[in-house]
C-alpha cells in the first residue's frame, strides 16, 4: 500500500522534468534577441502606465478567508462520510446524522452571519438593477 | 508491468520502481496526446459549430494541427517580461501541469486498470487540483502586468469559491459507495444506467448538477472563462507568457477538460463497468470508459460554444448562494433518503429507475425540439429574402 504512495512522488517527478527537459532542449533551438520593445510589458501597445504590481481590491480576501474555512470543513466532512454507510447498517445511522447536521450548523451560523453583513456580495451596496443601469460611474466591478 | 521487469532477472525493488517509472512515462505520453488532440478536436468543433472550416490543412482534416503548434511554440523564443519576479515566473507552469498531471495516478481507466488505488483516492483527486491555483497565482502576480494580476486574482478567487460546492457536492457520492478509493467508488455503481451514480436518487441528481456546474468553473471553461476573458483582460493570467511556457499553460487546461469528463464518469457515469459475462475483458472496459468520457468532454465543449460568459459577481453569487447550500441540502436529502430506505432496496430501484426514464423523455424532447429547429433554420436559409421575393 505505501508503495502505492510513491506513485505520486514518480508522476511528481516525471511532470517536472518533461518540462524542464522539454525546455532546454528548446533553448538550443530557439532565437534569443532580447530587445528593450521586445520584454516590455504588453499593455495594449501603449507605453505601460506604472507598475504591474497595482493594489488589488479587497474582496479577494475576503473570499479568501471564507474559503479556508470552508476547506477545512470539507476536509473534516470526508471521513465522517466514508464511515456513515457502516455506522447506518450497524444502527448508529440518525445519531451520526444529527452530529454531522450539529457540526455542519456550527459552521453554518458563521456563513450566515458572512451572508447577512454582504460578504457574500461582489458589488456591495449597489443592487443587481443599478449596477447595469448606470453608466459605468459607480460600476466598481473588478 | 512489474512481472515483466522481474522476469529479465532484476530485483523485486528495482522492477518496481522502474515499472511506476514507465508507467508513468506512458501516462505522460497519453496526457500530452490528449491534450494536444483536445485543442484540435475543439477548434474542428466550434468550427462546425459556427459554420467555418477550422482548421484542416495539416495532415487528414487538420488531425496533426497539434503537432505542429507544439513543435512551433518549442521554437519560439521565451521571454521574460522587464520588472518581473523571474523566478515565480519561471515556476508557475510547472505547478499547473503537476496539478492536472497528478490526478492521473488514480484515475480508474476501467475495472482494475489504475497506476496506483490509494484508499484516499477522491480526497487526493481534490486536494492535488488545488496546486493548479498556486500556479495560476503565481503566473498572475509574477508578471508585473496588469491584465495578468487581475487574471490571476480572478482566477484564484474564481477555483477556490467553485471548489467548496464541488468538494461538499462529491460527498453525495461518497455516501453512496463508502469508500474513496476510486475503484471501490467505480464498483459500488453498476453497468446499467439505472445503477449509475447519476440516477441513484433525486439528491445525487442534484450533487452531479453541483459538481459539473463547478467543475466548468475549475477548469476555467466558459460560461466561466473570466480568468482569460480574452476581450477585457487580453490573456489574463499568461498574456506575457511565451513559446513552451504558454504551450505548458494550455496543454494542463485541455488536459483538465479530459480529466474532469473522466471524473464525471467515473463517479457519476458507472466508469469502465461491464455486465458480469465479460467483466474480465479489459479492453472493452478501457473502451466504454473513453465513449463516456469522450461524451462527457463533447458536452462541455458544446456548452463552451453555445452560452455566454457571465460576470464576475454572477459568478461569485452563484456559487456561494446557490451552489453551497444547494450541496448541504443534496448531502441532507441522501443521508435521509439512505436512512428511510436502507432496508428497501425495491424502492431505491424504482426511483432510479423512474429517474432515468425521466431522463429519457427529457432527453427525447430535447433532441426533437433541436431538430425541429434545425429544420426551420434550413428552410430559411435556402428560401429568398422577403425583399428579394418581392421584386
Known amino acids: 500500500m505505501l508503495f502505492e504512495f510513491s506513485n505520486i512522488i514518480i508522476f511528481l517527478v516525471i511532470a517536472v522534468v518533461f518540462v524542464a527537459v522539454t525546455l532546454l532542449v528548446g533553448r538550443f533551438l530557439r532565437p534569443n534577441n532580447p530587445s528593450a520593445g521586445k520584454s516590455a510589458v504588453y499593455e495594449c501597445g501603449e507605453t505601460p502606465v506604472g ?45 451520526a446524522l444529527v452530529e454531522i447536521a450539529l457540526f455542519i450548523l456550527i459552521l453554518m451560523v ?13 458589488v456591495k451596496g449597489i443592487s443587481d438593477e443599478k449596477a447595469i443601469d448606470s453608466s459605468g460611474k459607480n460600476l466598481d466591478i473588478t | ?73 518549442v521554437f519560439k523564443e521565451d521571454l521574460v517580461p522587464d520588472g518581473a519576479d523571474r523566478v515565480l515566473f519561471r515556476l508557475a507552469p510547472y505547478f499547473c501541469l503537476i496539478g492536472v498531471f497528478c490526478t492521473l495516478v488514480v ?45 490571476g486574482m480572478r482566477a484564484a478567487a474564481q477555483i477556490v469559491s467553485y471548489e467548496i460546492p464541488v468538494g461538499l457536492g462529491l460527498l453525495v457520492p461518497i455516501l453512496i459507495s463508502g469508500t474513496l478509493s476510486m475503484q471501490g467508488i467505480m464498483a459500488s455503481q453498476g453497468w446499467l444506467p439505472w445503477d449509475w451514480m447519476l440516477f441513484k436518487s433525486p439528491f445525487t441528481v442534484l450533487s452531479f448538477f453541483i459538481f459539473f456546474v463547478g467543475s466548468l468553473a475549475e477548469a476555467n471553461r466558459i460560461p466561466f472563462d473570466l480568468p482569460e476573458a480574452e476581450s477585457e483582460l487580453v490573456s489574463g493570467y499568461c498574456t506575457e507568457y511565451t513559446g513552451f511556457r504558454y504551450a505548458v499553460f494550455f496543454l494542463s487546461e485541455w488536459a483538465n477538460l479530459f480529466v474532469v469528463g473522466a471524473l464525471t464518469t467515473v463517479v457519476y457515469l458507472g466508469g469502465g463497468n461491464l455486465p458480469g459475462m465479460i467483466s474480465g475483458l479489459w479492453v472493452v472496459s478501457l473502451l466504454v470508459f473513453f465513449l463516456k468520457t469522450g461524451l462527457v468532454v463533447f458536452l462541455i465543449i458544446w456548452i463552451r460554444w453555445t452560452l455566454p460568459r457571465f460576470r464576475i459577481d454572477q459568478l461569485m453569487k452563484l456559487s456561494w448562494k446557490y451552489l453551497l447550500p444547494a450541496a448541504f441540502l443534496a448531502f441532507f436529502g441522501q443521508a435521509l433518503w439512505m436512512l428511510l430506505t436502507w432496508k428497501l432496496p425495491l424502492v431505491q430501484l424504482a426511483m432510479a429507475v423512474l429517474i432515468f426514464l425521466t431522463f429519457l423523455v427529457l432527453l427525447y424532447l430535447f433532441i426533437k425540439r433541436v431538430s425541429v429547429n434545425i429544420k426551420e433554420q434550413k428552410t430559411s436559409v435556402n428560401s429568398p429574402l422577403p425583399a428579394e421575393a418581392g421584386k
Open chain 1, 51 to 95: 507598475g504591474g504590481f497595482s493594489q488589488f481590491n479587497m474582496r479577494f480576501y475576503l473570499v479568501a478567508f471564507v474559503f479556508v474555512i470552508f476547506d477545512v470543513e470539507i476536509a473534516f466532512m470526508y471521513p465522517v462520510t466514508v464511515v456513515f454507510k457502516e455506522l447506518m447498517e450497524e444502527g448508529w445511522g440518525i445519531l
Open chain 1, 110 to 122: 458563521g456563513f450566515v452571519y458572512a451572508w447577512n453583513q454582504g460578504g457574500l456580495d461582489w
Open chain 2, 1 to 73: 508491468m512489474e512481472s515483466i521487469l522481474l522476469g529479465l532477472g532484476l530485483e523485486e525493488a528495482t522492477a518496481q520502481i522502474l515499472g511506476a517509472i514507465l508507467k508513468a512515462l506512458i501516462v505522460l505520453l497519453f496526457f500530452v496526446t490528449v491534450g494536444g488532440v483536445l485543442t484540435w478536436v475543439e477548434r474542428r468543433l466550434s468550427g462546425f459549430m459556427q459554420s467555418r472550416l477550422g482548421p484542416n490543412r495539416v495532415g487528414p482534416q487538420g488531425f496533426l494541427q497539434w503537432i505542429a503548434d507544439g513543435v512551433k511554440l
Open chain 2, 107 to 151: 484515475l480508474p481507466w476501467g475495472s482494475g486498470i489504475i497506476i496506483a488505488d490509494l484508499n484516499v483516492g477522491l480526497f487526493y483527486f481534490i486536494s492535488i487540483t488545488s496546486l493548479v491555483v498556486i500556479g495560476v497565482l503565481m503566473a498572475g502576480w509574477s508578471s508585473n502586468n496588469k491584465w495578468s494580476l487581475l487574471g
